[in-house]
Protein backbone atom coordinates (compact mmCIF):
# COMPACT_ATOMS: atom_id res chain seq x y z
CA UNK A 1 0.00 0.00 0.00
CA UNK A 2 1.66 3.26 -0.42
CA UNK A 3 2.57 5.73 2.00
CA UNK A 4 -0.41 8.11 1.41
CA UNK A 5 -2.90 5.46 1.99
CA UNK A 6 -5.50 6.73 4.50
CA UNK A 7 -7.97 4.56 6.08
CA UNK A 8 -11.80 5.02 5.37
CA UNK A 9 -14.85 3.72 6.47
CA UNK A 10 -15.40 0.20 5.30
CA UNK A 11 -11.95 -0.80 4.81
CA UNK A 12 -10.78 -4.30 6.21
CA UNK A 13 -7.45 -3.65 7.19
CA UNK A 14 -4.91 -5.55 9.13
CA UNK A 15 -3.00 -4.44 12.24
CA UNK A 16 -1.57 -5.49 15.07
CA UNK A 17 -3.84 -5.41 17.78
CA UNK A 18 -1.61 -6.62 20.72
CA UNK A 19 -0.99 -5.85 23.73
CA UNK A 20 -4.55 -6.71 24.73
CA UNK A 21 -5.97 -7.58 28.24
CA UNK A 22 -8.43 -9.70 28.94
CA UNK A 23 -11.23 -10.84 26.60
CA UNK A 24 -9.86 -8.59 23.98
CA UNK A 25 -8.86 -9.45 20.36
CA UNK A 26 -4.83 -9.66 20.17
CA UNK A 27 -2.14 -10.00 17.44
CA UNK A 28 -1.97 -9.36 13.86
CA UNK A 29 -5.98 -9.45 12.70
CA UNK A 30 -8.22 -7.88 10.20
CA UNK A 31 -11.04 -5.05 11.39
CA UNK A 32 -13.17 -3.18 9.70
CA UNK A 33 -12.94 0.59 9.73
CA UNK A 34 -16.03 2.57 11.03
CA UNK A 35 -14.58 6.29 10.87
CA UNK A 36 -13.97 8.17 7.92
CA UNK A 37 -10.92 9.07 6.19
CA UNK A 38 -10.87 12.90 7.26
CA UNK A 39 -11.21 11.47 10.53
CA UNK A 40 -8.85 9.56 10.63
CA UNK A 41 -6.07 11.97 8.23
CA UNK A 42 -6.46 14.23 10.83
CA UNK A 43 -6.22 12.74 14.38
CA UNK A 44 -4.00 10.00 13.05
CA UNK A 45 -6.18 7.62 15.19
CA UNK A 46 -9.55 5.02 13.56
CA UNK A 47 -12.17 3.50 15.12
CA UNK A 48 -12.69 0.07 14.17
CA UNK A 49 -14.12 -3.55 14.90
CA UNK A 50 -11.38 -6.71 15.01
CA UNK A 51 -12.50 -9.35 12.71
CA UNK A 52 -12.30 -13.40 13.85
CA UNK A 53 -12.71 -16.84 11.87
CA UNK A 54 -13.77 -17.97 15.50
CA UNK A 55 -17.54 -17.68 14.40
CA UNK A 56 -19.68 -18.53 17.58
CA UNK A 57 -23.12 -17.07 17.08
CA UNK A 58 -22.70 -14.35 19.58
CA UNK A 59 -25.53 -11.86 18.83
CA UNK A 60 -23.14 -8.85 18.25
CA UNK A 61 -21.37 -10.93 15.35
CA UNK A 62 -21.85 -9.65 11.92
CA UNK A 63 -21.47 -12.99 9.82
CA UNK A 64 -18.88 -11.88 6.24
CA UNK A 65 -18.38 -14.90 4.68
CA UNK A 66 -18.92 -18.48 5.79
CA UNK A 67 -16.46 -20.20 3.96
CA UNK A 68 -14.09 -19.58 4.80
CA UNK A 69 -15.52 -18.07 8.30
CA UNK A 70 -15.41 -14.51 8.77
CA UNK A 71 -17.40 -12.39 11.13
CA UNK A 72 -16.89 -8.70 12.42
CA UNK A 73 -17.12 -8.12 16.32
CA UNK A 74 -19.11 -5.05 16.82
CA UNK A 75 -19.35 -4.78 20.25
CA UNK A 76 -15.29 -4.96 20.57
CA UNK A 77 -14.99 -1.15 19.45
CA UNK A 78 -11.24 0.59 19.33
CA UNK A 79 -9.89 3.47 18.90
CA UNK A 80 -6.22 2.60 17.75
CA UNK A 81 -3.16 4.60 16.10
CA UNK A 82 -3.45 3.21 12.86
CA UNK A 83 0.09 4.37 11.58
CA UNK A 84 1.57 3.24 15.04
CA UNK A 85 0.26 -0.63 14.14
CA UNK A 86 1.44 -0.54 10.33
CA UNK A 87 -2.47 -0.54 8.91
CA UNK A 88 -2.50 -2.01 5.49
CA UNK A 89 -6.07 -2.13 3.65
CA UNK A 90 -6.72 -5.55 1.98
CA UNK A 91 -10.15 -5.16 0.91
CA UNK A 92 -13.14 -3.13 2.09
CA UNK A 93 -17.17 -4.81 2.66
CA UNK A 94 -20.23 -3.25 1.58
CA UNK A 95 -22.81 -0.70 2.37
CA UNK A 96 -25.46 -3.70 3.99
CA UNK A 97 -22.29 -5.16 6.13
CA UNK A 98 -21.45 -1.80 7.59
CA UNK A 99 -24.95 -0.89 8.31
CA UNK A 100 -25.76 -4.08 10.46
CA UNK A 101 -22.42 -3.49 12.23
CA UNK A 102 -23.39 0.20 12.85
CA UNK A 103 -27.12 -1.28 13.58
CA UNK A 104 -25.29 -3.74 16.31
CA UNK A 105 -23.18 -0.96 17.85
CA UNK A 106 -26.14 1.53 18.11
CA UNK A 107 -28.48 -1.22 20.13
CA UNK A 108 -25.55 -1.83 22.69
CA UNK A 109 -24.38 2.40 22.78
CA UNK A 110 -28.51 3.08 22.60
CA UNK A 111 -28.55 5.28 19.95
Known sequence: MARSYVPAMGDVVWLEFSPQ????QA????????SP????RRTGMMICCPMT??????????IVSKNPPCA??????????????????KTSVGAEILDEVRGKLG????T
Not at 53 to 62: A, C, H, L, R, S
Not at 107 to 110: D, E, P, Q, R
Open 21 to 24: AGHE
Open 27 to 34: GHRPALVL
Open 37 to 40: ASYN
Open 53 to 62: TQIKGYPFEV
Open 72 to 89: ILSDQVKSLDWRARRTKR
Open 107 to 110: ALIG
